[in-house]
Structures are given as C-alpha cells and as structure tokens.
C-alpha cells in the first residue's frame, strides 16, 4: 500500500517509528511533513493527507497529533475519507474491518510508542470485510443526503 504520513510538532515523537513500522511491513511511505517540534498548524497537515488520497496519489493516511482528535476532524472535513481517531488495538481493527478506515489517527499525547506500533500494527492486520459493511460505509458517504 502507499501511505502518506503527516503529523505536527505534538505527533512528531511518533512519526518515526511508525513509518519505520509501515516500511518494514513493506508499505510504501511519504512524510508529508511536519519536520521540526515547531508549532504547525494541524489542519493543514490532515488536509495535505486526505486530499492525497482523494487524488489517488495514497491508498491511506496516518496522521499524528496530540490527541488524534484536531486530524480527523480536519481530514474528514476536508475529503471524501474516513479518517478515525484510535488508542486502543481493538478500535483499530474495528476501524479497518468494519467502517473501511482509510486514515488512522492518533496522539502522542495519549498513547506511547509501544502502545502506537500496536495500534498500527492491528490496523495493517485487518482487512473490509464488506457484506453489509459495504452499504453502511457508502451511507456514510452519503450521509448529507440520508
Ligand atoms: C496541539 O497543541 C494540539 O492541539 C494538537 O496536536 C491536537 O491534539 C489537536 O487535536
């Protein structure tokens, strides 16, 4: 998969390990930045991931923050993804099987690193199940028109 990575300065603790995670599953990795413990902005940085897959440039997004919480409500905002705050494995892998998450999002202000290279690494291990999860994501989708 292709995955574009982005956080700001309070997710940059996490960014590294968790790209060398994705690349040592052999996921294809871009940081889309923030590079220094500078104070950024988030929401330009979700923007920048949820309009990358949107434009098909990324199959999927993990972005970082302190909480998880500012990224997906930005993310979600901004393109036609689902992007979803996680800390627990289980909710990741719910997010994957059930819901069809493209974009993970957590906060190093919440979670650890060991604690986030499991959250991602039950991410990687789901799969859609589709069925009728299928009919639930496109309602979603469409939930303007619901
Ligand atoms: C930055 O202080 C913090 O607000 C941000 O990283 C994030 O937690 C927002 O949701």
């Excluded at 949107?54 to 979600?76: H, K, P, Q, S, V």
């Excluded at 999002?105 to 789901?126: E, F, H, K, N, Y």
């Excluded at 589709?130 to 939930?143: D, F, L």
């Amino acid at each position: 998969m292709r995955y574009v990575v982005a956080c700001d300065h309070a997710g940059l603790p996490l960014k590294g390990i968790l790209m060398e995670e994705l690349e040592a599953q052999d996921h294809r990795v871009e940081d889309l930045g923030t590079m220094t413990e500078e104070s950024v902005d988030y929401p330009l940085f979700a923007v920048k991931v949820a309009r990358a897959i949107e434009a098909g440039t990324a199959d999927m997004g993990l972005l970082l923050c302190g909480t998880g919480i500012g990224m997906a409500l930005a993310a979600n905002r901004a393109a036609p993804v689902r992007a979803v705050t996680v800390s627990d494995c289980f909710s990741a892998r719910m997010a994957r099987e059930h819901n069809d998450a493209n974009i993970l999002c957590m906060g190093a202000r919440v979670v650890g690193p060991g604690v986030a290279v499991d959250i991602l690494r039950s991410w990687l291990a789901a799969e859609f199940q589709g069925g009728r999860h299928t009919r639930r994501v496109q309602m979603i989708m469409e939930a303007e028109s619901l």
